[in-house]
């Protein structure tokens, strides 16, 4: 497709139940990066994947979270046992290579956890 | 560790120009961007600054000072549609951006 895309674009849930999350970023691009955004904050840093390369998972907030990228494409982002606090738009970006090139951001995921 | 601060806040008049700071302080620098990010909304990219200086496009400038540890986006001829979360960046090494909290920028008439 022409941009990076989200699905779903709305999820509610209750409290304890998994949810996963797709993202399918611009065909050629290598990096992907997921983000969270809640109420008054900034983009907070999730994970990172590069082509083969094992991703980095530095900013995941706890084992809960976990993602995967399947084909150098498309990825899930799986969030287990969900709790209130998850509740936030979860956004997608994608870029060439590095986070030095420009990255294109998906339209997110609202996830709200009742 | 890594910060950027931004104002949470600013408001300006149509047609008039706006400058938005971001000062940043990070493990590593391989250049600063600047998103816009109407509501409810995806970030757009507005620039990227590696070296120090302005750089012009359009309507939109943004300058950096790696010195300083300082940027800011500077919007002229400020239009309604400019009403948005304008948000400072920093790659410090090649993996991810560090987002500042952005910077609620409202246009009134």
């Known amino acids: 497709g022409a941009g990076v895309s989200q699905s779903p674009s709305n999820k509610v849930t209750e409290k304890g139940k998994d949810v996963e999350l797709r993202c399918d970023p611009i065909s050629g691009h290598t990096a992907l990066y997921w983000y969270r955004q809640s109420l008054g904050q900034g983009l907070e840093f999730l994970i990172y994947?590069?082509?083969?390369?094992?991703?980095?998972k530095s900013g995941l907030p706890s084992d809960r979270f976990s993602a995967e990228r399947t084909g150098g494409s498309v990825s899930t982002l799986t969030i287990q046992r969900t709790q209130q606090e998850d509740s936030a738009v979860y956004l997608c970006?994608?870029?060439?290579?590095?986070?030095?090139?420009?990255?294109?951001f998906g339209p997110g995921t609202r996830l709200t956890v009742l | 560790g890594q910060n950027i601060d931004q104002p949470t806040e600013m408001t300006a008049t149509e047609g008039a120009i706006v400058q938005i700071n971001c000062t940043y302080q990070?493990?590593?620098?391989?250049?600063l961007f600047w998103y816009q990010q109407h509501a409810g909304e995806a970030p757009t990219f507005l620039s990227y600054?590696?070296?120090?200086g302005l750089e012009e496009k359009g309507r939109f400038s943004s300058f950096l000072s790696r010195s300083k540890g300082y940027s800011y986006l500077l919007l002229k001829e400020l239009q309604m549609k400019d009403s948005a979360s304008y948000l400072c960046?920093?790659?410090?090494?090649?993996?991810?951006?560090?987002f500042g909290k952005g910077t609620m920028l409202l246009v009134s008439p």
């Open positions: 970006a994608s870029s060439s290579v590095t986070s030095t090139d420009t990255q294109y």
């Open positions: 960046a920093v790659s410090p090494g090649y993996s991810t951006l560090t």
């Open positions: 600054n590696v070296l120090d």
């Open positions: 994947f590069q082509g083969n390369s094992a991703p980095d």
């Open positions: 990070t493990s590593g620098f391989n250049g």
